[in-house]
C-alpha cells in the first residue's frame, strides 16, 4: 500500500550502498499471503526479486506492461485522417521531421498544422521561420483562411476588410507566436528562445523551418556534426518541456 511504499522508499535511502532488490506483493504484505496460503509463491517472488535500478535504467523483465500497452490517441489531431490515425495525433515531448528536397511542399504542411491547431484546438503556436520574414510568414497563413494564396506585393490592392478578417482569424488570434529572425542562429539561442515560448507564453506546439539553415554557417564538412548535435539537443528539450516540436530539413541533391 502506499505507507508501505513510502516507508520502503525511506529504507532505501539509508542503505543505498547494499544489494537493494524491489519485490511487489499481490497482497498488503507477507504475513497475508502466509495467512492465505501463498508461501510458496512468496518464497518464488522473493527468489526472482529484480535488483533496485536507478528510475532511468529499466530491467526487461519489468517492461511487459509498457511493451503491451499502447500510447493514448492525443486530443490534438492533425488536419488529415489517415496521418492522424499512423501517428496517433499530435503529442507533445516529441519531434516531428518534414524532409524532401526543396520546393516539395514541407513548409506549406507545417502551415496548414499551425493553421489548424489554432482554429480547431485553439492551442497556441510559435512559429521560427528562418528563411523568410514574419510578415512573409503571416501572410501564408492568414492565405490559408483566405483559401488563396496572398502574395506580399498585392496586400495594398485587398479589401482592407477582408484581410483583418483573416489577420484576427489566425496571426491576430491571441494564439500565434513568430520569431523576428532570420538565417543561421546560435544553439544556445534558439534553445533558450524555445524555452521562453513553451514556459512563458504557453506555445505547446513549435515551428522550425528550417533544420539545415539553423546551422548554415558552418563548413561543409562540419555541417552533418553540428546537424546532429542540434537535433539531439532539441529532442532533449522537447522532452524536459514537454512540447511538440515541428521540423523542416532540407535535401541536399548529391552528384
Not at 517472488?45 to 511487459?64: K, N, Q, Y
Amino acid at each position: 500500500d502506499e505507507p508501505g511504499q513510502s516507508a520502503a522508499a525511506s529504507c532505501i535511502e539509508h542503505f543505498a550502498d547494499l544489494n537493494i532488490k524491489n519485490l511487489v506483493l499481490p497482497e498488503k504484505d507477507a504475513n497475508d499471503m502466509l495467512t492465505s496460503g501463498r508461501s510458496d509463491e512468496l518464497r518464488r517472488l522473493v527468489t526472482e526479486a529484480i535488483a533496485r535500478l536507478p528510475d532511468d535504467i529499466l530491467d526487461g523483465r519489468s517492461m511487459w506492461q509498457l511493451v503491451i500497452t499502447e500510447p493514448p490517441m492525443s486530443p490534438i489531431s492533425y488536419p488529415w485522417i489517415e496521418l492522424n490515425k499512423t501517428l496517433r495525433g499530435i503529442r507533445t515531448g516529441e519531434v516531428v521531421v518534414f524532409t524532401s528536397e526543396s520546393g516539395m511542399g514541407k513548409s506549406t504542411i507545417c502551415r496548414e498544422i499551425a493553421y489548424h491547431i489554432m482554429r480547431t484546438h485553439k492551442r497556441k503556436v510559435a512559429y521560427i521561420a528562418l528563411e523568410e520574414s514574419p510578415r512573409r510568414t503571416a501572410l501564408s497563413i492568414m492565405g490559408l483562411h483566405l483559401n488563396r494564396v496572398i502574395h506580399q506585393d498585392e496586400v495594398s490592392k485587398m479589401c482592407e476588410a477582408v484581410l483583418k478578417d483573416a489577420f484576427d482569424a489566425t496571426v491576430g488570434n491571441g494564439l500565434f507566436y513568430a520569431l523576428d529572425h532570420c538565417g543561421p542562429i546560435d544553439t544556445d539561442a534558439l534553445l533558450k528562445k524555445l524555452e521562453l515560448l513553451v514556459t512563458e507564453l504557453g506555445c505547446s506546439y513549435i515551428f522550425l523551418d528550417h533544420l539545415t539553415l539553423a546551422v548554415s554557417d558552418c563548413s561543409d564538412s562540419d555541417l552533418v556534426r553540428a546537424i546532429d548535435s542540434l537535433a539531439g539537443k532539441l529532442i532533449t528539450s522537447t522532452r524536459r518541456n514537454d512540447f511538440c516540436l515541428f521540423v523542416v530539413s532540407q535535401l541536399r541533391k548529391t552528384t
